[in-house]
């Protein structure tokens, strides 16, 4: 069993920042692929980030040169730094990761943490 925990989320003015954080636990060999996604109200589940085992991100336009993505593999943790947030941020981001266990490998999705942008 594997647990993608998030945390950070909140309410954030325009122009805020927040930090979102989340921790994979339990049956884990490595975790290749992590990143975020978002859900807005009505609205299909969009990319955000994303980083690869070695550290190559990719990153949707719209949060291009405001979000930064990084993990540190030692605590199986990824992170997405938001910064001059705009209300058509607000959204529940959702943490992806593909993690092998022995010879299988499987896509594992956490909870969903609120992100709310507004004045």
């Known amino acids: 069993q594997v647990q993608l925990v998030e945390s950070g989320g909140g309410l954030v003015q325009p122009g805020g920042s927040l930090r979102l954080s989340c921790a994979a636990s339990?049956?884990?060999?490595?975790?290749?692929?992590m990143g975020w996604y978002r859900q807005a109200p009505g609205k299909q589940r969009e990319l955000a980030a994303t980083?690869?085992?070695?550290?190559?991100?990719n990153y949707a336009d719209s949060v291009k040169g405001r979000f930064t993505i990084s993990r540190d593999n030692a605590k199986n943790t990824v992170y997405l730094q938001m910064n001059s947030l705009k209300p058509e941020d607000t959204a529940v981001y959702y943490c992806?990761?593909?993690?092998?266990?022995?010879?299988?490998?499987?896509?594992?999705w956490g909870q969903g943490t609120q992100v709310t942008v507004s004045s």
């Open positions: 339990g049956s884990i060999s490595t975790i290749n692929a």
């Open positions: 980083i690869t085992s070695g550290g190559s991100t």
């Open positions: 992806n990761a593909a993690i092998r266990y022995y010879f299988r490998t499987q896509d594992y």
